[in-house]
C-alpha cells in the first residue's frame, strides 16, 4: 500500500482523500490536501493541468542574479504589489552573505508564515528578530522571531520545492542557542521581516 502525504502540512493522506497535485519546478509533482491548497499557491506552485508559467520552465537550479532583482528570481508567481526588503541599487551593492539574508526574507516575506508572525506581534508588539545563514554549501538560513512569552524558529532553503518551514517554537526564550539571538533584523507593521543590511 502506497502511503501519500501533503507536502504542504505532511499529514498523512487518507485513502480516498481527494488531494491535489502541484509542482514547484514544472516537471516533478506532490499531493496537496484540500486545506493546504492555498499556501500551495503562495508558494508559487502550479496546479496539474493548468499551464506552468516560463520562471518554471527555465530548468535548473536559480542561483541569485545580479541582474534581477531577488523577488523576479522567485520561484513562481509572487505577489506583485509587494513592496521589495531592499531597492535595486542598494541590492546591488550587497556582500553575497547580505543577499543571502535578504533573498531568505524575500522568500518568508511571501510565504503564509508572514502572516502567523504578524498576527502574534499584534498581540504582544513587535519580536526581536534574528536572520542566521547556516554554514555549508545549502544555503540554508534560520529566522528567528521571539517575544518575552513565545518564539518561533523557521528554515529557509531558496532552493527547496517548499522554500519556507517551520523548524520550531516554543514560549522561553532562553531556550534558544546563542548563535540565533543577535538580532539583525525587524518587521515592519505588515508583518514583513526586513534584515539590517548596508543602506548607503
Request: charged share 25%; proline share 6%.
Amino acid at each position: 500500500m502506497v502511503t501519500r502525504t501533503c507536502a504542504v502540512c505532511e499529514r498523512t493522506l487518507l485513502m480516498g482523500e481527494d488531494a491535489h497535485r502541484f509542482t514547484a519546478d514544472g516537471t516533478d509533482f506532490v499531493d496537496v490536501c484540500p486545506l493546504c491548497q492555498e499556501a500551495a499557491l503562495d508558494y508559487g506552485w502550479v496546479r496539474e493541468g493548468l499551464a506552468v508559467s516560463p520562471a518554471l520552465q527555465e530548468g535548473g537550479p536559480r542561483r541569485r542574479r545580479r541582474s534581477k532583482t531577488l523577488w523576479q528570481t522567485l520561484l513562481g508567481a509572487r505577489d506583485e504589489t509587494a513592496e521589495p526588503v531592499v531597492s535595486e541599487p542598494i541590492l546591488r551593492r550587497l556582500s553575497n552573505e547580505e543577499a543571502a539574508l535578504v533573498e531568505a526574507a524575500e522568500l518568508y516575506n511571501a510565504s503564509t508564515f508572514r502572516r502567523t508572525i504578524a498576527g502574534v506581534a499584534r498581540s504582544l508588539g513587535p519580536p526581536d528578530c534574528s536572520v542566521v545563514p547556516l554554514s555549508g554549501i545549502s544555503g540554508e538560513v534560520v529566522l528567528t522571531f521571539v517575544w518575552d512569552i513565545s518564539w518561533y524558529q523557521y528554515r529557509v532553503q531558496p532552493e527547496a520545492a517548499q522554500p519556507v518551514r517551520i523548524a520550531d517554537r516554543g514560549f522561553d526564550r532562553d531556550e534558544l542557542d546563542g548563535s540565533f539571538v543577535e538580532w539583525n533584523a525587524a518587521i515592519d507593521p505588515d508583518g514583513r521581516l526586513v534584515p539590517d543590511v548596508a543602506r548607503i
